[in-house]
């Protein structure tokens, strides 16, 4: 049996007051999200030792990491603004809306060429998020593209 790793999320909940209603597509990459990262993260609060509890919220247009440690007990709220991850949201909304819309009708090398945009601009994201939450916490690449999909979640308007 391998020793318990400290350096991760074992809860995640999003404020579902922040959220607005979610189409089908982007209620099953949340939960696919969710899924993921619980089964597979990298997440260190500096300063804290894990395993972590994280609740994900909008609150006065801020992004809101409230990080507590798996007894329960609170450890830290991380504020961020918005304001870097409007443009590659928007973007990422868009192309999202243009790949669920092409799954219908296009050629697969047309819905392929959507799929990679939709990627890249995820990438992007997941980039900025890592970058924003540089020295206070420490995520994995793939930690922070599944948190950059549950960002997206929260922001979502159906």
């Known amino acids: 049996?391998?020793?318990?790793?400290?350096?991760?999320?074992?809860?995640?909940?999003?404020?579902?007051?922040?959220?607005?209603?979610?189409?089908?597509?982007?209620?099953?990459?949340?939960?696919?999200a969710i899924f993921d990262l619980l089964e597979e993260n990298?997440?260190?609060?500096?300063?804290?030792?894990g395993p972590y509890r994280l609740h994900l919220a909008i609150h006065e247009s801020r992004l809101v990491f409230d990080v507590r440690h798996e007894s329960g007990r609170k450890l830290r709220d991380i504020v961020l603004s918005l304001t870097p991850f409007r443009k590659v949201v928007k973007d990422y909304f868009m192309i999202c809306e243009s790949y669920y819309a092409a799954i219908k009708k296009l050629s697969p090398s047309q819905i392929e060429a959507l799929d990679m945009g939709r990627r890249g601009l995820h990438n992007e994201g997941s980039e900025v998020l890592r970058e924003r939450l540089a020295g206070k916490i420490d995520v994995d690449f793939d930690t922070s593209r599944r948190l950059f999909t549950l960002i997206c979640a929260l922001l979502a308007r159906a």
């Open 1 to 32: 049996m391998s020793p318990a790793r400290h350096d991760r999320v074992i809860d995640i909940v999003l404020d579902e007051d922040t959220m607005a209603a979610r189409s089908a597509e982007a209620e099953h990459e949340r939960q696919v």
């Open 42 to 49: 990298s997440f260190t609060l500096a300063g804290f030792e």
